[in-house]
T-cell receptor, first 112, second 117 residues
């Protein structure tokens, strides 16, 4: 099992550009999450999904959109990147929202 | 408003000694607490958890203590090993009564633990 994988590992964007971060899990988990980690802030929840076809807002959803068209994939989109979105993004999944979450290795995003 | 706080940005201990990492929370709705460990360039990995119905949970060298009245939890690592050097995050989740928490975690800022040989 690969667990949770994230693509890409690193990306540089210019302000205003768009991109999609891909998260994939092979553990048949229902719940998936996107977090961002900033210095001194810990991890903050952006969006989450409780099953295929569902999405919901987390703590810091502004400027991001998500989709969960397939159970194993959770996509995070930035329509118009801003320097404030420079961060490390982590995807996580869990079986039923009661279990612990398994995290991917992260995507480092730099917006210039 | 930081609902989960780890007030010590860093901690340095000698190999073989005890490491104590602290975490405070303000939201009374939190009733499930977790510790995650993170190495550089990797995602966080689950370490240990505790439910609010307990005050202690032990797993090998790791023990988590929960003081609900003080809204405080701590992670004890005994004995500390150089491989324990990492960032440790405390996280909390509200009650899943009615299935509404969805496992949403609120994280602290993290504490960098360095264990010297």
């Amino acid at each position: 099992n690969a667990g949770v994988t994230q693509t890409p590992k690193f990306r540089v964007l210019k302000t205003g550009q768009s991109m999609t971060l891909l998260c994939a899990q092979d553990m048949n988990h229902e719940y998936m999450y996107w977090y961002r980690q900033d210095p001194g802030m810990g991890l903050r929840l952006i969006h989450y999904s409780v099953g295929e076809g569902t999405t919901a807002k987390g703590e810091v959803p502004d400027g991001y959109n998500v989709s969960r068209l397939k159970k194993q994939n959770f996509l995070l989109g930035l329509e118009s990147a801003a320097p404030s979105q420079t961060s490390v993004y982590f995807c996580a999944s869990s079986y039923d929202g009661l279990e612990t979450q398994y995290f991917g290795p992260g995507t480092r995003l730099l917006v210039l | 408003d930081q609902q989960v706080k780890q007030n010590s940005p860093s901690l340095s201990v000698q190999e073989g000694r005890i490491s104590i990492l602290n975490c405070d929370y303000t939201n009374s709705m939190f009733d499930y607490f977790l510790w995650y460990k993170k190495y550089p360039a990797e995602g966080p990995t689950f370490l240990i958890s505790i439910s609010s119905i307990k005050d202690k949970n032990e797993d090998g060298r790791f023990t988590v203590f929960l003081n609900k009245s003080a809204k405080h939890l701590s992670l004890h690592i005994v004995p500390s090993q150089p491989g324990d050097s990492a960032v440790y995050f405390c996280a909390a989740s509200p009650s899943n009564a009615g299935g509404t928490s969805y496992g949403k975690l609120t994280f602290g800022q993290g504490t960098i633990l360095t264990v010297h040989p």
